[in-house]
């Protein structure tokens, strides 16, 4: 770790608590080494710490660093102190390269006890060397011990120990310092989840620093998003769902971090997550309102959806997931418009047909009352009236410019059974009514019926007229007759064939 590996009392040679009387005279002692060439070596280099390097210009410096009291106290946390006996042989057995037998006697004095008068040191000293460790629990062991001792009653002892007596001791100040300098080691090695668990052995103060630390970036990114999207938005509302989409994904991460720092509960949180909700939702109505305008195809209605499904997953406070939904109802009912439309068409026409068969039926009934015992009604003729209560020429007319081919190409995609079977029972209910060239005027509607050959063969016989129907079986009759009798009957085929003719062209005639 650099500010141990690389700490000024490392590389001026000297422990902590080194007076101003010792510090001068190793800084003396190191210019004369180098002065006439010789290699400088420290019995406080640690066989176990990396190689040192020092160069005329990095002992200058450090020995600048610890010059000022504040200084002094910054670096002498991520170094060593001998106070007393016990941190003499401690420290003896690291200069032998025994950091394990320097941990243990450390630890009898620290391990589940509080910072006292006579220990403090101890807690440096081995939360340094924890530092040093490679392991998260050894990291972890190292940052608690030292908060510890930060905001202990005795730190003052520790800074009046290797600074003077004149330094005042901003607690809290001194454990952001030590923050900071620890969170600029681990950022590029741990994620920020990892990063929190070393320190979750710390109190709420600390809790409080880091989650204002971890979540500046964040929170700035997220409202930079916001105010990109919004500006970029207003000024192409066309482009409305790459805008939308772009500000999901470029927020998605640093939301679900937030939320893992502060909890989704946190007003910051919850207002942040329901301005991206919010962005989002109005990405998605400018987006569809402009696509209308532009008479796009119904791709518009599910990348507006899409949007809708994002916001929705996004926002917190209920206001905003009641506007959320409500236009999401909106699409909805928009998805299935023009299958909602045709279906209005086709109940108007059956509404008409059964109010027209209404009052035939009255006039029928009172017919009926006003006639003689040997009089009665004629209900093929009835039947016939109902038949023609339309004009089925201009319904069929209705229905072709209500229902486009466009229109029935959006009917296709649309996933609403409950819908879809009415729509079909109804073009069942007129279909039956209609003669066979306005079926086939009508025939792109019936797509679940043309998209099949024999459900199409069956519409087309189905849709013939009676007299088309007995001419049609007749002359298979009669080809059968042909092909049976040969030669020696085909006049009476052809008899037969010219009777017939002339009853069915007169059955035609009669049908228009």
Sequence with gaps: MNPITNNPYRIAGIL??????????????????????????????FPFLDSLRRSTAIIDKAFSDIEQNQNKVAHSLF?????????????????????????????KLCHEKEVNSKNYSAFNNISTL???????????????????????????????????????IDT????????DELLALFKSKYSTSEILELFSNCNGTTQKYLSKKFTEEPVHKIETEIEQCHKKRTSNKGNGYKFGSDLYNN???????????????????????????????????DYFNESQEQDKSTDYLKDAMSLLKIAESIAVNQPTQDRIKENRRTLEEMKDR???QAIDILKSVQDAYYKACAQIDQQVSAMSRTMSYN??????????????????????????????????????????????????????????????????????????KTDNTVANVELTVKSLPLWAKWAGGIAIFLLLVGLIWGEDGLGVVFGIAAFFGFMFFIAWLRSL
């Design 16 to 45: 902590a608590n080194s007076s101003e009387k010792e510090i001068l005279k190793q800084k003396s002692r190191i210019k004369r080494f180098s002065e006439v060439g010789k290699e400088i070596s420290s019995e406080y280099d």
């Design 79 to 107: 170094w060593f102190l001998n106070l007393n006996p016990i941190d003499n042989t401690a420290i003896q057995y690291l200069i032998s390269g025994n950091e394990e037998k320097a941990l243990e006697i450390w630890e």
């Design 130 to 168: 924890y530092l040093l460790g490679n392991s998260k629990e050894d990291f972890k062991r190292g940052i608690t011990a030292k908060i510890k001792l930060i905001e202990s009653e005795n730190f003052k002892d520790f800074v009046h120990t290797v600074a003077d007596e004149t330094v005042s």
């Design 172 to 179: 809290p100040k001194q454990v952001e310092l030590l923050i």
């Design 251 to 285: 927020t998605k991460s640093d939301l679900r971090l937030l939320e893992s720092i502060v909890g989704d509960g946190n007003l910051q949180y919850k207002m942040l997550a329901d301005n991206v909700a919010k962005e989002i939702l109005q990405c998605s109505i």
């Design 338 to 340: 023009e299958l909602l």
């Design 375 to 448: 009089q009665s009604i004629n209900y093929s003729k009835v039947n016939e009236m109902k038949n023609r209560a339309l004009d089925w020429n201009k319904v069929v007319e209705l229905i072709k410019k209500s229902i486009p081919q466009k229109s029935v190409d959006k009917i296709r995609s649309i996933d609403n059974p409950a819908a879809i079977k009415e729509f079909k029972t109804l073009m069942d209910f007129l279909l039956p009514k209609l003669s066979f060239t306005q079926v086939n005027q009508l025939k792109y509607i019936c797509y679940w």
